[in-house]
């Protein structure tokens, strides 16, 4: 009976180890499939690693190695040679295993972060808002500061500058405290002065449209239909007559007639050569 019960343990303990050992492997495959790390973003490393990180709580992954192995896959060349030297450090010394990833991601962050100065210049300068929404600056000046506080007064003033002169007076008077109070009224007088503008446009389309449809100045039915009358009455009118004809000279038959008296007849102010003219 003993030797049955031993047996009996030490298969129980056979099949416990093995369950275990496919547990890891299976958890294992999961953490390797789990994490998808983008390529490092140089021009804002701290939320790279903190998505980085998230990552690796969801996967479960806590041993400083295997954290420094995924971000290293992620470096690109330049941003590797900038770090050359720490990596061979770590990578020759077996006792730097434990801190790899920390020491890493701290040299990444002063080589590549922003110094709370910096932060603070390109947050004077940064641009007015364009045709972005408000709430999408709001996000961008908020991403550049350094502190971790709720912004105060002077941030809220430098985000009001940079809006447009009627949006502006009206958020300075309804008075709001919170950066997220002001960015979600600023969005409402946007989208209603775009809606507005909108409007005046499609009106002014509408307009030009009635504008080309109606009959022009000059133009109208009536005059159109009695331009053709028009044109057969002076069809019908007789030519004037030729000058001279009245004074009963009418041409020049007997061929004596000067240039002046043939084509002004009496009305003629001139007479030279052997003019036939009666009253010359």
């Not at 920390?102 to 947050?123: I, R, S």
């Not at 502190?147 to 985000?159: H, Q």
């Not at 009496?266 to 010359?280: H, I, M, P």
């Amino acid at each position: 009976m003993a030797e049955a019960a031993a047996l009996q343990a030490q298969i129980a303990a056979a099949v416990a180890a093995a369950l275990a050992a496919r547990d890891q492997g299976e958890q294992a495959q999961v953490n390797h499939v789990a994490v998808k790390l983008p390529e490092f973003w140089v021009k804002d490393p701290a939320m790279w690693f903190s998505q980085a990180e998230a990552q690796f709580r969801r996967a479960r992954i806590n041993r400083e190695m295997t954290k420094y192995d995924h971000v290293l896959t992620k470096l690109p060349e330049a941003v590797i040679m900038s770090v050359r030297s720490l990596i061979s450090n770590i990578e020759a010394t077996p006792d730097l295993e434990g801190e790899s990833y920390q020491m890493l991601k701290t040299a990444l962050l002063e080589a590549y972060g922003k110094t709370k100065w910096q932060m603070a210049f390109a947050l004077l300068d940064h641009p007015d808002l364009g045709d972005r929404r408000p709430s999408v600056m709001m996000a961008e000046m908020l991403s550049l500061r350094y502190e971790t506080t709720a912004p105060d007064s002077l941030f809220l003033a430098l985000f009001l500058r940079r809006l447009p002169a009627s949006i502006r007076d009206h958020l300075a008077a309804a008075d709001l405290k919170t950066a997220a109070e002001m960015a979600k009224h600023a969005d409402i007088l946007w989208d209603a002065r775009n809606a507005a503008s909108v409007a005046a446009v499609t009106d002014s389309l509408a307009a030009v449209s009635v504008r080309s449809r109606s009959p022009r100045a000059g133009h109208s039915p009536e005059r159109r239909n009695r331009s053709p009358d028009r044109r057969r009455d002076s069809s019908r009118r007789p030519r004037p007559q030729t000058p001279g004809a009245k004074d009963g000279k009418s041409g020049n038959a007997d061929g004596r007639l000067c240039f002046y008296h043939l084509r002004w007849g009496a009305k003629a102010q001139q007479c030279r050569g052997n003019c036939s003219w009666a009253e010359n």
